[in-house]
């Protein structure tokens, strides 16, 4: 099984490295942006440079979704699995389209409604993970099992 990790640098790479219990023991690759932080830390791993800005870009948004569809079609995985922000619209928007299982974990800030990215990401989630029980009552398909980090 192959897995797909995408996030936004800073934050949202830090919370889904921490994770790599879920995700090391599969082959795996990285999108993101091209920081200081990414770049150390991803030196020897397959990692796709996104576009930034993302957020209300369109012109970056299409951009990630030629390289979502470039990538998604190289490297063919199993699960895609994102803890935002925008990069990870175009790659679960195609994940669908490609029979990819998604799994996105909104961010541990958002306590009483989602993000712009979990909003967009909502319908095209298999799995929806949030962090606090309040925002699980409000959103259906939102799963609550605490924090993940």
């Known amino acids: 099984m192959k897995i797909g990790l995408i996030a ?21 690759f990285w999108v993101s942006f091209p920081s200081c932080d990414t770049k150390v830390l991803l030196k ?7 576009y930034f800005p993302t957020n ?15 990538v998604l079609s190289k ?18 928007i195609l994940g669908k389209l490609f029979f990819v299982k998604t799994i996105y974990i909104e961010s541990m800030a958002r306590i009483h409604r989602l993000s712009l990215t979990g909003k967009l990401v909502y319908l095209f989630s298999d799995v929806f993970i949030v962090q606090w029980p309040q925002l699980a009552a409000s959103y259906k398909k939102a799963v609550y099992k605490g924090q993940v980090i």
């Open 8 to 28: 936004s640098s800073g934050g949202h790479f830090s919370e889904l490295l921490s994770l790599n219990s879920l995700w090391s023991q599969f082959k795996h």
């Open 75 to 92: 490297e063919k995985p199993a699960v895609l699995i994102s803890t935002g922000a925008g990069i990870c619209v175009p790659f679960f």
């Open 56 to 70: 209300r870009n369109v012109v970056n948004f299409f951009r990630n979704f030629i390289l979502a569809i470039r």
């Open 44 to 50: 020897k791993q397959i990692f796709y440079h996104g």
